[in-house]
């Protein structure tokens, strides 16, 4: 097996031989800057926040979960049907003025949810408060994929291998802001009030989301948007929309993972225990999505979105297993070693398959996606845990990753006359026009 090459002079003179990862981090700290990766970190923290602090802000008002529960899921469907509109227009005319004014007018009405709690306002109009939120909310994890190969734009023949460790970044990052977001809620919650964790939450995006929104890489994607769009034509294509269903499938899994848990939690008497253990999952996903950056560059994502659904199945086969909290918390922690690299591979996929001009919303429909899965995955699996426990709720979880592997045959399928953009390596002189 070949070293691993470690520096920018000797990547560049090795262009074949694997890169360390650490250095390709280095790499893009230094092209984008600590602030870029600070602000669009934080800026994305928002989304993880709202609909668990939405959740238990409507809770705590009216005194009936179901209300919150609608409201939270209003917040969520409408963020998935939104963000691939604004995805399109930041297409079109550029990120800085779409998210400014996503980020500035969520925040608005996240207060004005607040606002209307606190006026005790019908539970409509809570709902229909939170679902404009979700609506105008920007996806700026999706976004900030969208700004890597701009950003290393003339790293020449590194740049291939640099957007692949962009991407297992932004997965990495995704995780930990869905594990730390309900943590901040949670806290604030504790500290403050439920509305108080709302409005920390509006605070966040109004200052990240806009400061991301400024930020002067936002001009690079909308500066190189006109060469870009000469490297593709068509958008919805059969093998793109086998990645939205991978993204379905896998919000699914998230959705029935997190009912399964807190199925059991309630059982045992524990269901404050739910939401902890379900955080596991993405401790696990953020340490394997930093590692997916090693993986040679030989190894094409096609092929990785079946090896990682693979896994999600064999991974996720215990949960039917589990009989206590004690009994499902390594298999929770274990199961996220194969979701963001999966998850990974797929976003990645996507940046290659769609005309270049078109990636922001493409990164945003399976952002949406995945939403649309989880709220499936939770109904299903909730409809099924009432029936009969944890067990079939997690039945929901290995079903659909079974799922992600048949898709992925079909995917290798479909792309099999087109597998020159299925490997990290394959853009590199295009991207260079």
Same mark, same amino acid.
């Given at each position: 097996?070949?070293?691993?090459?470690?520096?920018?002079?000797?990547?560049?003179?090795?262009?074949?031989?694997?890169?360390?990862?650490?250095?390709?981090?280095?790499?893009?700290?230094?092209?984008?800057?600590?602030?870029?990766?600070?602000?669009?970190?934080?800026?994305?923290?928002?989304?993880?926040?709202?609909?668990?602090?939405?959740?238990?802000?409507?809770?705590?008002?009216?005194?009936?979960?179901?209300?919150?529960?609608?409201?939270?899921? &209003?917040?969520?469907?409408?963020?998935?049907?939104?963000?691939?509109?604004?995805?399109?227009?930041?297409?079109?005319?550029?990120?800085?003025?779409?998210?400014?004014?996503?980020?500035?007018?969520?925040?608005?009405?996240?207060?004005?949810?607040?606002?209307?709690?606190?006026?005790?306002?019908? #539970?409509?109009?809570? #709902?229909?408060?939170?679902?404009?939120?979700?609506?105008?909310?920007?996806?700026?994890?999706?976004?900030?994929?969208?700004?890597?190969?701009?950003? @290393?734009?003339?790293?020449?023949?590194?740049?291939?291998?640099?957007?692949?460790?962009?991407?297992?970044?932004?997965?990495?990052?995704?995780?930990?802001?869905?594990?730390?977001?309900?943590?901040?809620?949670?806290?604030?919650?504790?500290?403050?009030?439920?509305?108080?964790?709302?409005?920390?939450?509006?605070?966040?995006?109004?200052?990240?989301?806009?400061?991301?929104?400024?930020?002067?890489?936002?001009?690079? @994607?909308? /500066?190189?948007?006109?060469?870009?769009?000469?490297?593709?034509?068509?958008?919805?294509?059969?093998?793109?929309?086998?990645?939205?269903?991978?993204?379905?499938?896998?919000?699914?899994?998230?959705?029935?993972?997190? @009912?399964?848990? @807190?199925?059991?939690?309630?059982?045992?008497?524990?269901?404050?225990? &739910?939401?902890?253990?379900?955080?596991?999952?993405?401790?696990?996903?953020?340490?394997?999505?930093?590692?997916?950056?090693?993986?040679?560059?030989?190894?094409?994502?096609?092929?990785?979105?079946? *090896?990682?659904?693979?896994?999600?199945?064999?991974?996720?086969?215990?949960?039917?297993? &589990?009989?206590?909290?004690?009994?499902?918390?390594?298999?929770?922690?274990?199961?996220?070693?194969?979701?963001?690299?999966?998850?990974?591979? *797929?976003?990645?996929?996507?940046?290659?398959?769609?005309?270049?001009?078109?990636?922001?919303? /493409?990164?945003?429909?399976?952002?949406?996606?995945?939403?649309?899965?989880?709220?499936?995955?939770?109904?299903? &699996?909730?409809?099924?845990?009432?029936?009969?426990?944890?067990?079939?709720?997690?039945?929901?979880? *290995?079903?659909?990753?079974?799922?992600?592997?048949?898709?992925?045959?079909?995917?290798?399928?479909?792309?099999?006359?087109?597998?020159?953009?299925?490997?990290?390596?394959?853009?590199?002189?295009?991207?260079?026009?």
């Amino acid at each position: 097996m070949r070293d691993l090459v470690v520096g920018r002079r000797a990547a560049e003179a090795f262009p074949g031989v694997p890169v360390s990862p650490l250095a390709s981090y280095r790499r893009l700290l230094s092209l984008a800057g600590l602030g870029y990766v600070v602000v669009a970190f934080l800026g994305r923290l928002p989304l993880a926040m709202s609909q668990m602090g939405t959740l238990l802000l409507v809770s705590d008002a009216t005194g009936r979960y179901a209300a919150g529960g609608l409201a939270a899921g &209003a917040l969520a469907v409408a963020n998935a049907v939104g963000a691939p509109l604004a995805g399109g227009i930041a297409d079109r005319v550029g990120q800085r003025p779409v998210v400014l004014a996503q980020s500035l007018t969520a925040g608005v009405a996240l207060a004005a949810l607040v606002a209307a709690v606190q006026s005790d306002a019908s #539970v409509a109009v809570l #709902v229909a408060a939170a679902a404009v939120a979700g609506f105008t909310m920007p996806q700026v994890g999706p976004l900030a994929r969208v700004r890597w190969r701009p950003i @290393t734009h003339r790293t020449g023949a590194a740049q291939p291998r640099l957007v692949d460790a962009a991407f297992s970044y932004e997965g990495a990052a995704d995780e930990a802001s869905f594990v730390l977001g309900p943590a901040l809620v949670g806290l604030g919650a504790v500290a403050l009030s439920p509305s108080g964790a709302l409005l920390a939450a509006a605070a966040l995006l109004v200052v990240f989301g806009s400061w991301f929104a400024l930020h002067p890489t936002a001009r690079l @994607t909308h /500066a190189l948007r006109a060469s870009a769009a000469a490297h593709g034509t068509a958008f919805v294509t059969a093998a793109f929309l086998t990645l939205c269903l991978a993204q379905l499938l896998i919000g699914v899994i998230f959705g029935a993972t997190q @009912t399964g848990t @807190t199925a059991l939690a309630t059982a045992a008497g524990t269901p404050g225990m &739910a939401g902890l253990v379900h955080s596991l999952l993405g401790v696990g996903s953020v340490l394997a999505g930093l590692a997916t950056a090693a993986l040679p560059s030989r190894f094409g994502y096609d092929k990785r979105i079946l *090896v990682f659904a693979a896994g999600l199945v064999v991974l996720s086969a215990p949960l039917l297993l &589990a009989g206590s909290l004690a009994a499902l918390v390594p298999v929770v922690l274990v199961l996220g070693l194969a979701v963001a690299p999966y998850m990974i591979s *797929v976003f990645a996929a996507a940046e290659r398959t769609v005309p270049a001009a078109r990636v922001g919303a /493409a990164m945003t429909l399976l952002a949406g996606a995945t939403g649309i899965g989880y709220a499936v995955g939770s109904g299903v &699996a909730g409809r099924l845990a009432d029936l009969g426990g944890h067990r079939p709720a997690f039945a929901v979880t *290995v079903t659909a990753a079974a799922l992600a592997v048949l898709l992925a045959v079909v995917r290798l399928r479909i792309q099999r006359p087109a597998a020159d953009v299925t490997t990290p390596d394959v853009l590199a002189a295009a991207s260079q026009g």
